[in-house]
């Protein structure tokens, strides 16, 4: 399966900034106050979209902060008297946005942990992930910042006048460049990001039903526990009447070391049961006759404490149970049924299996029966 970038430029909060950007760039061609107008009128424009966009919303902080002191600049023009010296706007505007930048950064941990709170929903988990990426902008923005005013300090310092050449480039040219170079800066870390988690597998979040309602990490259907219900493929093996059990893994998230049947793996996001189905197969018994198939049996809904999954249940018959004998199943053997019951509730078997038995074990006996008739 091809694999999506984990963040598309919709975390790049530093967007946020184009509105300031735009002015900064006009007032050099038109009044300022027009500019200001013209910057405040995009800014608003672009949370309209954002707030009336498809799909969940992505708040993007950064660009509230923007439009909100365009906002208090557009007011300010109305007041009589020059609330900004000409020629200054480029400078007002970039020490006007990131001052609230800085109070966001300052409190990043109470900024973020109020959005955690309220991680219990999908769209809930975007709302705490743009705060996370707003903190990450404002990082970058307040050291562009701080770089271009200790460079200001120094010139102001070391050089008896300043020069045309001097003003131009330290309150015209890199005011509006911090704002872009924190917007490249994003583009680029989201970018190495996307490469580096090119190979980061996704695994569907499902309702009780099935559906598909979302998506996550594989390792957050780790880390979340029982916090979201995902697809796992179970796939049991039965010959000459009995069943195939081997110990589970020691680093596998349920019921470590205990004994189950020998396949399971949860389903990746945009694959179909049968092409997962396959996979986990042809994983475990590559060399096996192409015509063997898993049969589908039932699906159903299993939660505890340590995880929440749909679990779909597979059979597959073999007949030569010598392709059973891998080092990839850790202390594997058939089983009865009787030896089965003599071990039932005793926390021998992985809670799944048990759960199971009874269905698996009907199965196989009518199989069993037909074959013999």
């Given amino acids: 399966m091809k694999h999506k970038g984990v963040l598309s430029s919709a975390f790049n909060m530093s967007l946020g900034f184009i509105p300031v950007i735009i002015s900064i760039l006009l007032c050099e061609f038109i009044t300022q106050d027009t500019a200001i107008y013209i910057g405040t009128g995009l800014g608003i424009v672009g949370i309209y979209l954002l707030l009336h966009r498809k799909g969940t919303l992505m708040p993007n902080f950064i660009l509230y902060i923007s439009t909100g002191i365009l906002c208090l600049l557009t007011l300010a023009t109305f007041i009589p008297g020059d609330f900004v010296p000409n020629g200054a706007l480029p400078l007002t505007l970039e020490v006007s946005v990131l001052i609230p930048i800085l109070i966001l950064y300052m409190h990043k941990k109470r900024f973020i ?4 709170r309220q991680i219990g929903s999908c769209s809930k988990r975007l709302y705490a992930q743009g705060a996370e990426s707003s903190i990450v902008s404002a ?4 050291i562009l910042g701080i770089l271009h005013f200790l460079i200001i300090s120094i010139v102001v310092v070391f050089q008896d006048t300043e020069t045309r050449t001097s003003m131009l480039i330290l309150y015209k040219i890199l005011p509006p460049c911090v704002f872009i170079i924190s917007i490249l800066c994003n583009q680029i870390a989201i970018r190495y990001f996307n490469h580096l988690m090119a190979h980061t597998e996704y695994v569907p979040i499902v309702n009780t039903k099935g559906d598909v309602i979302g998506k996550s990490l594989a390792i957050e259907a780790i880390n979340y526990k029982n916090a979201y219900i995902n697809p796992v493929i179970r796939i049991a093996v039965t010959t000459h009447g009995m069943l195939f059990l081997c110990n589970r893994s020691m680093t596998a998230i349920l019921d470590k070391g205990k004994t189950d049947i020998p396949m399971e793996c949860y389903l990746r996001f945009g694959e179909s049961l049968s092409d997962g189905v396959a996979r986990l197969f042809n994983n475990a018994f590559p060399h096996v006759d192409q015509s063997i198939k898993p049969k589908f049996n039932i699906v159903y809904h299993f939660e505890n404490e340590v995880t929440n999954r749909l679990i779909y249940l597979f059979i597959v018959d073999i007949e030569d149970d010598s ?3 891998s080092p990839r199943f850790k202390n594997s ?8 019951e003599e071990n039932l509730d005793k926390g021998f078997f992985s809670s799944c299996f048990e759960e199971e038995y009874e269905h698996l074990k009907d199965v196989i006996c009518i199989r069993e029966k037909y074959k013999e008739s």
């Fill in 333 to 340: 053997k058939l089983w009865s049924f009787k030896q089965i």
């Fill in 139 to 142: 990082r970058i923005a307040l």
């Fill in 113 to 116: 942990n109020h959005f955690l």
């Fill in 323 to 325: 392709i059973l004998c």
